[in-house]
T-cell receptor, first 112, second 116 residues
Framework: QKEVEQNSGPLSVPEGAIASLNCTYSDRGSQSFFWYRQYSGKSPELIMFIYSNGDKEDGRFTAQLNKASQYVSLLIRDSQPSDSATYLCAVNSGGSNYKLTFGKGTLLTVNP | NAGVTQTPKFRILKIGQSMTLQCTQDMNHNYMYWYRQDPGMGLKLIYYSVGAGITDKGEVPNGYNVSRSTTEDFPLRLELAAPSQTSVYFC???????????????FGDGTRLSIL
């Protein structure tokens, strides 16, 4: 059973701080990794993806991947109240069907 | 460009009733997926399709059926609704090109289904 684990939170940070969201996965053959943001009552929205070990930056977001440790993280710099949402980690299950395995998500609250 | 469109947005069913959740995409994506999301849980894959005429089971297929007669449409059928199927249902699509899994999925707005 391929698993993706996230701390459910809630993770609470003050406005302007760095929020760090973590995700571990069980399948060593996983090739691609995605972070989705989901506001309450809304659909998941892709915010970052990463395929190679190391860091990938996009604006205030940085995704970090360590395949040896089977660990992927998302850093949000200068956190804003509008960043308050559930963040879902998703991992490509391999093969040609492009199935994703999702974690349960981490609820982030940014306090003004 | 509408992306992935799901209808209806909300529905209340009685136990034992049947219904079809509609999903259509206008991005010419080959791959389409149906998920359910229960409160506080991640997304569970119900069924997926890699092209017209091809479907396969996901993690939680029991109680559901799908068909894919065109590239654009991927309806999900509930035959005998049960309270355990109360959930939010999301349809998603991805291009499906290449072999390295670098295919983010794009989601519809969801259908909120209650079975009483």
């Amino acid at each position: 059973q391929k698993e993706v684990e996230q701390n459910s939170g809630p993770l609470s940070v003050p406005e302007g701080a760095i929020a760090s969201l973590n995700c571990t996965y069980s399948d060593r053959g996983s090739q691609s990794f995605f972070w989705y943001r989901q506001y309450s009552g809304k659909s998941p929205e892709l915010i970052m993806f990463i395929y190679s070990n190391g860091d990938k930056e996009d604006g205030r977001f940085t995704a970090q991947l360590n395949k040896a440790s089977q660990y992927v993280s998302l850093l949000i710099r200068d956190s804003q109240p509008s960043d308050s949402a559930t963040y879902l980690c998703a991992v490509n299950s391999g093969g040609s069907n492009y199935k994703l395995t999702f974690g349960k998500g981490t609820l982030l609250t940014v306090n003004p | 460009n509408a992306g992935v469109t799901q209808t209806p947005k909300f529905r209340i069913l009685k136990i034992g009733q049947s219904m079809t959740l509609q999903c259509t995409q206008d991005m010419n994506h080959n791959y389409m997926y149906w998920y359910r999301q229960d409160p506080g849980m991640g997304l569970k894959l119900i069924y997926y399709s890699v092209g017209a005429g091809i479907t396969d089971k996901g993690e939680v297929p029991n109680g559901y059926n799908v068909s894919r007669s065109t590239t654009e449409d991927f309806p999900l059928r509930l035959e005998l609704a049960a309270p355990s199927q109360t959930s939010v249902y999301f349809c998603a699509s991805s291009p499906g090109q290449g072999g390295d899994g670098r295919q983010p999925q794009h989601f519809g707005d969801g259908t909120r289904l209650s079975i009483l």
